[in-house]
């Protein structure tokens, strides 16, 4: 079992810059979401996609565009990357639309300088 | 506000020591979920309690529920070295199992040898 995916661990951007973060569902999960995590705390909901259809978006900046694709990984594409965009980003999966059983992956850290 | 609420906002404990972390939400649910979150990782389903079950057990952990109250709590029993980390509860907001998981800011548990 290997988990959820992220890639890459940690990323350095420059402000202004582009990032893209993956995420590699457990295999079977259509349901991907997307949280950003900041001082090390609060965890917030930026986008759910089920069955490569987004179902639910939360603080996801206009910046930032969530893809999940045919074999359900999810990417997340970040341009004009501010500071305040640094990071912890969390992607989970689960095999339903419903949040009852979310694994989550260990992140991708992002510092924008 | 937030929608879900835990405290006290830090503990620290003995080994072997019992541990309580209590939780408060202001919405429906139809169930409420607890996490831990270690340093380094991303958060891991540790409880997920219905809104129809007032106690629930995993090994040394268990969590209870009142929906009246709108209140949960998570005791840890002969706690370990181990079991430091941050410890959210997290609901549905909307209860309707969309996905979307509402986060409190957890509460830092640090347990000594």
């Known amino acids: 079992d290997s988990g959820v995916v992220q890639s890459p661990r940690h990323i350095i951007k420059e402000k202004g810059g582009r990032s893209v973060l993956t995420c590699i569902p457990i295999?079977?999960?259509?349901?991907v979401v997307w949280y950003q995590q900041t001082l090390g705390k609060e965890l917030k909901f930026l986008i759910q996609?089920?069955?490569?259809?987004?179902?639910d978006k939360g603080f996801l900046p206009s910046r930032f565009s969530v893809q999940q694709f045919d074999d359900y990984h999810s990417e997340m594409n970040m341009s004009a990357l501010e500071l305040e965009d640094s990071a912890m980003y969390f992607c989970a999966s689960s095999l339903q639309g419903a949040s009852s059983d979310y694994t989550f992956g260990s992140g991708t850290r992002l510092l924008v300088i | 506000s937030q929608l879900a609420e835990e405290n006290p906002w830090a503990l620290s404990v003995h080994e072997g020591e019992s541990v309580t972390v209590n939780c408060s939400y202001k919405?429906?649910?139809?169930?409420l979920q607890w996490y831990r979150q270690k340093s380094g990782e991303g958060p891991a389903q540790l409880i997920l309690i219905r809104s129809n079950e007032r106690e629930k057990r995993n090994g040394r952990l268990r969590a209870t529920l009142d929906t009246s109250s709108q209140s949960s709590s998570l005791s840890i029993t002969a706690t370990r070295c181990e079991d430091t980390a941050v410890y959210f509860c997290?609901?549905?907001?909307?209860?309707?199992?969309?996905?979307?998981?509402?986060f409190g800011h957890g509460t830092i548990l640090r347990v000594h040898p």
């Open positions: 996609h089920y069955e490569k259809v987004e179902r």
């Open positions: 295999s079977g999960h259509s349901n």
């Open positions: 919405t429906s649910i139809t169930a």
């Open positions: 997290a609901t549905d907001p909307t209860g309707a199992n969309t996905g979307k998981l509402t």
